[in-house]
């Protein structure tokens, strides 16, 4: 059956920017700085003739640089070894085949070095740097500030030159030399391209809070540091948006129309209260395997919650098909001055949701019914599907749009469900540090709660906004919580469940043999806090169970180290 582009495409930039494709957040926060340095658009400056990792080396221990960079040139195999694994991003890193897709993210230029080709962030830099530009309030704006500080350090307030401002790493004055050997860039605008709010502006709200949280230690971590627990951060918070998404557009479409609780004005999340999701319709809840042992009871529930959020994705899909055709529709009606076009320049989802309903009835029917015969006049019926010619048949009782969506699902269903759940893994950063998730070989996903992402959120959790700064009403001071404080955060702000099943997604009420796969989990969690170094049981004593910061800041700006 043939199918043309306008009928197979999904993407909606009301839905996500995202494309479903793998992702590496390497390239990622590569694709991000650059819209940071240009307020959203990306660089004119295609690269296509890459340099190799020889050719970058070279560039360090040439005669001529011996002053900026020294003992380089003395040490040539040691300095190649730093710039492959320190400097540069590989693509088939250790294979025959590996190639230089760009610099690591360490500094905001290195976008200006990407391979174009070998270093694609699949529209996640996008959907990252556009939750930031509309979280509510002060953090949003304030988060990309704080990142343009830290990431362009080193260059003069225009961002353009590269005049040193303050001492910086040997990071960043290898990015700052290769800098200067390159033109200025602009930013481009794309055609069709807009900035619009992410559907869960709530799940945006706490980004850009855990951000400017932890934005508050880039003076006390290494840089290097800093920027993979950005990293973390930022993969944890684009897959929950869209494990978020895949939640709430089934209910929009359903009901024609979004949640009014999910207007942006309505929105009940408050970053920074306790419960920052109270009353939230559309809260998330995972089972996460902390001691990530496989075959164990709570890897089996781990598992469960996985294989229940997995199953939301062909609903999802469905809906993202419905905004997507609808807005088709809407332009068709637009095109023929039978509606108008809203002066931002783009139809809202819910804008959209409404032509679905029996107000449009018969000029959807007419829309959806000549796309299905330019697509059946194409195929012969004895080269239809077998699971294809039920939905055209008219007992069914389908109007035109539903079967054209049932036959798109046929048809691409399998298709995007393989890149979505691709996406998601990478997102969740499966089987690598800081992961979400994990699958053995052969085995079932499961949640998990890697070291790295805990120690990250351990991070975040232990900052509070300080109420009494004169410098600046957005500084934060450390605090301490008891084991039973963060796991209850852990839930409440991030929806991962250590101690309790997830009510509402997937799981009813604990049973005994559940109740002891808790308790086998709560007491790995105290073990992993314990290996991670932030938490120490003097006793038995509930109240002496507390987690402790690394570094104690005060609230008037004082920091001591060693704290603990």
Known sequence: MALRRRDTELKHLGVSYLEFKRVQMDRVLTG???????????SRMVRRN???????????????????????????????????????????????????????????????????YRSRPYGADAQLYEMLRHARGPYGMLALDQLRKFFFTGLDTAGAGSARTAPVDVETQAVLHLNSQVKADSPHSVKGWYSTPPLCVGQADLLADDVVRLLSLKDLLPRITMVEYLKILFAFHLALGQLKTMKLLPAAVARSGTDPACARDRCPATADAPDPLAGCPFRIGLFVDVAGVPGTPAAALAEHS?????????????????????????????????????????????????????????????????????????????EQPEEVRPLLDASMGLDPFEQYLELLMAYRGRYHHKYIVDTIDSLLLKNRPGAAITQPHGGRR???????????????????????????????????????????????????????????????????????????????????????????????????????????????????????
């Open 32 to 42: 991000f700085l650059m819209r940071l340095n240009h307020k959203g658009f990306t």
């Open 306 to 382: 996985a294989e229940h959020w997995l199953r939301r994705i062909p609903d999802f899909v469905r809906a993202a098909y419905t905004v997507r055709k609808l807005d088709d529709f809407a332009e068709h009606l637009v095109g023929q001055g039978k509606t108008a076009k809203p002066q931002r320049g783009h139809f809202t989802v819910s804008e959209l949701l409404r032509f679905g309903t029996d107000s449009y009835r018969r000029l959807r029917d007419e829309f959806f019914g000549a796309r299905l015969t330019s697509i059946l006049d194409d195929t012969p019926v004895s």
């Open 50 to 116: 890459n340099l190799s990792a020889a050719e970058y080396v070279g560039e360090f221990t040439a005669d001529q640089h011996a002053d900026r960079f020294q003992g380089f040139a003395e040490h040539p195999d040691m300095a190649r070894r730093w710039i492959e694994t320190q400097l540069l991003d590989m693509v088939n890193r250790g294979r025959p085949t590996q190639a230089v897709a760009g610099l690591r993210p360490l500094h905001g230029l290195t976008y200006k070095f990407r391979d174009y």
């Open 446 to 564: 499961r949640f998990v709660l890697d070291s790295a992402l805990l120690e990250v959120l351990v991070q975040v959790a232990l900052l509070r906004l300080n109420p009494r700064s004169s410098s600046s009403p957005y500084t934060h001071h450390t605090v301490s919580l008891r084991l039973d404080e963060f796991l209850a955060l852990l839930r409440d702000r991030y929806g991962l469940h250590v101690d309790r099943l997830p009510a509402q997604d997937g799981f009813g009420a604990a049973g005994l043999e559940e109740e002891t796969a808790l308790r086998v989990n709560t007491e790995a969690f105290t073990t992993r806090m314990r290996e991670i170094g932030f938490y120490d049981d003097l006793s038995d004593a509930y109240l002496t169970q507390v987690i402790t910061p690394r570094f104690t800041i005060t609230e008037d700006g004082t920091v001591a180290t060693g704290g603990r």
